[in-house]
């Protein structure tokens, strides 16, 4: 699909997508994530029953990045380690850094039974990274940099750490797919103080025009794809208990919704997944975007 597709979906989903935009900006100057809320949240749950899922993902990204031997790679939000051992397969000496030592465990043993040795795991936030300028030849996340905030930060340090000429490969959900819909259904049932503290919207970046604004004339070619993922489930009900029993940015967000709206909520979360299910495939349709750079 070609960026003027994505923007012709985008503009015939502005209802949905404005409803989902439930995140805004903070008030206060100050308001934003904290590496501390990061590390709790995202070691919550079970990323890992996920994980698997975004595969396809990670070896589009790899691909499009065409990483080769080499390279050297870092993979921002690395989680399970996905992309991190995906391109580690190819040869390239590769850094995977996450914010979460739980899913760093993870990705040791995961890297460890692909039969992939040489990844370095580090635990880091994407809005400081701990390395020096123009480390990386390629610099990808699958649905990582993302959580970074404020965006402005986690853009720098994309920038930052890539070499002049060195490729940045990252995806995002769109803003009119099922997770950040899900999402706003979700927090419309949550008082303002409970509402997390994202600077912008995550999903952001799932948007064509504001990667264009974020990355400006710090590359030289930007390129976007829109792409799906199927998410195995067995009905619109097992997709979202699945998904609020696994992923802990749900758990956390609906650790804020009152005893008494929670029947009204697993209604309204169903009735959200239902258009993103496609009983053929027994899966549900998760879209992202996914933007390719050349840094300047
Ligand atoms: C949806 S998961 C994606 C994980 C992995 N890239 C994959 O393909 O499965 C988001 C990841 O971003 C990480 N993350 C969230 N905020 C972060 C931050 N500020 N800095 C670094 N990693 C972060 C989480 O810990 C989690 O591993």
Redesign the pocket.
Known sequence: MTESDTDARNNERTDETNASCAITPGEDGDAG?S?DW?KRV?SAGS?AET?PS?LS??AALVEKTAVSPEDEVL??????G??AITAARRGASVTG????PT?LEQARTNAETAGVEDVSWQE????ALPFEDNSFDVVL????HM???PPEAATRELLRVTRPGGRIGVTSWTPSSLYPSMGGVAMSLLTPEDLPDFSAPPFLWGDPGTVRDRFGDAVETLQFETDTVQYPALSPDAFREQTVSTSGLFIEILDGVDDSDRQTLRKQLTETIEPYFDERANAVELEYLLSTATVN
Do not use: E, F, K, R
């Open positions: 994530i590496a990061a995202w990323y994980a975004y993902m990670a993979d921002v939000g690395c989680g399970t996905n992309v850094i996450d914010i979460s899913l880091g936030d994407a809005t996340s699958n649905l990582g959580y970074g905030d």
